[in-house]
Nanobody, 124 residues
Framework: QVQLVESGGGSVQTGGSLSLSCVAS????????MAWFRQAPGKEREGVAC???????SVADSVKGRFTISKDNADNTLSLQMDSLKPEDTAMYYC??????????????????WGQGTLVTVSS
């Protein structure tokens, strides 16, 4: 059983930056595909970025060039650096872990464990 706890959310103005962290316990993230998802009010949960067991990454087109996903296997921590934030980035951000399969993807149904989320609000 993997427990995931996100932190780092907050309120920023357009163009600002935030860094999200997700600390895992109960298992080592080295063995999992890891990802960040987000869900805005009234919208479906969508994939933002993922990282596979070997460090390969994939980023949604909507955040490409602005968001960077990384992980630290030693600290069992997943991170998301968010730069040039826009009001449309406002959402609850969730960390997720998937066991089966080596390569990552942004399909929410392929992830097994989820954190409680951290709220990001970007004002214009």
């Amino acid at each position: 059983q993997v427990q995931l706890v996100e932190s780092g959310g907050g309120s920023v103005q357009t163009g600002g930056s935030l860094s999200l962290s997700c600390v895992a316990s109960g298992a080592t993230i080295r063995n999992y595909r890891m990802a960040w998802f987000r869900q805005a009010p009234g919208k479906e949960r969508e994939g933002v970025a993922c990282i596979d067991r070997y460090g390969g990454t994939s980023v949604a087109d909507s955040v490409k060039g602005r968001f960077t996903i990384s992980k630290d296997n030693a600290d069992n921590t997943l991170s998301l650096q968010m730069d040039s934030l826009k009001p449309e980035d406002t959402a609850m951000y969730y960390c997720a872990a998937g066991f089966a399969g080596a390569l990552c993807n942004l399909m929410k149904y392929s992830y097994d464990y989820w954190g409680q989320g951290t709220l990001v609000t970007v004002s214009s």
